[in-house]
């Protein structure tokens, strides 16, 4: 029984009473100069209030109608299939939804630890194998989609799963290589990771994906969208990499060095003891390096990939509609909120969970 509880059969705890509103708005000083600052702040923003909701053209109006200085969300609902899908064929779309649920859903399943293992590499693993062939097809009767018209969502969320998926691994590989004690494994890591971290994403996408075709044979060919993968994992292990770094020196070295002298094995120590305790460290600078990757998903469109900006920003140049940029750059950031604030939800209940299970 924690301290405090009272467990005495018959015995109710007294009611909290209950504050009024001006006890909770002009209680103290801090109260009031909250309650003022907040009243100020909505007050300013009614312009803002009055352009998005009370003038605004919700979905469904027509073109002639947004000219009346409103939002136009009607633009919005017109063209969410281009923002949404890109230059896929629209006839094909279905697959490409089918993708974005498919992503959803492996990573709910994800979220929960007591699936946490080798089924569930194996499920990734099929999952990639299926959103592969559901957006590029070519088999079981699917006809055959470029990667060129791949865009929108589905190639973000892949780009952002994918990127940090495959790069955790080696981020601890990377990690454990810079921790370790011998010199030459030490020192290629150290190099690899200050090497990347040296460098801006955006030249790691540029060297990817226009100048290492010229350094290829003719006949070599390697698609732009694999390449940009291949930019955002190694960008991404790198930081990852420093993250579980600093989990492990959290860590007191008297536990591997009773491990050791109990036998166990290093791969199996790393594993079950050493790793478990270093993430459980990091988790806030891990939740921010796996947002920090999601948005720069968006620098994508620079090298060529058709991303929601791309799409968002040749949507507006629509000469049927009076220039939306605004209200198409606003549902993009907010399906990129939407994302980053799934990712610090899961975290905060991480963290909580680690903190209740230390306490307890």
Known sequence: MKIGETNVPGMVPPPRPRQSWRTLFFGDWLSIC????SVLIIISLIPAFRWAVLDATWPGGTP????????????????????????????????????????IAMVLTSLSPRFWGARLAVLWVGGILLMLLLMGGGYFGLDRVPTSQWGG?????MLAVLSLGI???????????????????RAICTFIIELVRGLPLVGLLFVAAILLPLFLPPDWTIDKLFRTLVALTIFSSAYLAEVVRGGLQGLDKGQGEAARALGIPYWKMVWHIILPQAIQNV?????????????NTSLVLIVGIFDMLSAARSASTDPTWPAPSTEGYLFVAAIYFAI????????RHLENRVRARSHS
């Open 283 to 295: 988790i806030p600078p891990l939740t921010n390096t796996a947002i920090v990757m999601v948005k």
């Open 340 to 347: 980053c604030a799934a990712i610090s939800i899961y975290a």
């Open 34 to 37: 909250l309650t003022i600052l």
């Open 153 to 157: 969502l589905p190639v973000i969320l």
């Open 167 to 185: 790069g955790f691994p080696i981020a601890i590989l990377l990690a454990l290589g810079r921790r370790g004690s011998l010199p030459v494994t």
């Open 64 to 103: 002639e109608a947004c000219r009346t200085g409103g939002a136009c969300w009607a633009f919005v609902g017109a063209k969410s299939r281009l923002i949404l899908f890109g230059l896929y064929p629209p006839q094909y779309q279905w697959r490409a939804t089918i993708v974005i649920v498919l992503i």
